[in-house]
Structures are given as C-alpha cells and as structure tokens.
Nanobody, 123 residues
Framework: QVQLVESGGALVQAGDSLRLSCIAS????????MAWFRQTPGKEREFIAH????????YYADFVKGRFTISRDNAKNTVYLQMNTLKPEDTAVYYC????????????????WGQGTQVTVSS
C-alpha cells in the first residue's frame, strides 16, 4: 500500500503563485507514476499532469499552458505542483495520485489517492 498526503493549499489572489506538495509513504518502491488532478463541485476530477518516478516521462494537460510544473524529490518521496499566475478558475480541491504502472494522460486509473488540498483563488 501507498499513502499520499497533500499540503500547501491556500487562499490566494489572482496572479499569485503556490506550490503544492504530496508526500508518499508505505511501499514507495512500487510507485511508477505520480499525477496531480483537481476537482470542483459537480464536475469530474480533472487531470493536470503526471510524471514518472524517474522523471523521464512527464505530461501536462493542455489547459496548463506552461503555468504549472510537476516535479519530484525522490529522496523525500515527494512530488510537487508549482502553480504560477493563478486564476479564479483554478479554484478546486487538488489531489495527487500514484500508480504502479503507466497510465495514459487524462486517465484517472490510479491505485492510490490523497485526501486533497483546497486551493482558492480570489479575483
């Protein structure tokens, strides 16, 4: 089993930057892929980006458009999501996820999920 805990969510203003963190614990040696998703009430969970644990396979959703960056620190078992130039429409609960194998971009086929962290962007 793998446990994921997100942190870093906050209330910020439009144009601000924020960095989310996701710490993995448990059987982290089995992780192949890490991803970030977000969800707003009444909508499906939305794929943001994924990165292989080795860092050799990174993919971003089209809407990211260079504003968000996924990165990881393997020594700390942590994956990050750096978000710049935040907009009110980025308001959502942000989740990290982990998979033991490759998952196609935009797929939510991940075995492990964190509890989410709230990001609110005011205009």
């Amino acid at each position: 089993q793998v446990q994921l805990v997100e942190s870093g969510g906050a209330l910020v203003q439009a144009g601000d930057s924020l960095r989310l963190s996701c710490i993995a614990s448990g059987r982290t040696s089995t992780i192949y892929l890490m991803a970030w998703f977000r969800q707003t009430p009444g909508k499906e969970r939305e794929f943001i980006a994924h990165s292989s644990w080795s860092g050799g396979n990174t993919y971003y959703a089209d809407f990211v458009k260079g504003r968000f960056t996924i990165s990881r620190d393997n020594a700390k078992n942590t994956v990050y999501l750096q978000m710049n130039t935040l907009k009110p429409e980025d308001t959502a609960v942000y989740y990290c996820a982990a998979a033991n194998r490759y998952s196609r971009p935009y797929s939510n086929d991940y075995a492990y999920w964190g509890q989410g962290t709230q990001v609110t962007v005011s205009s």
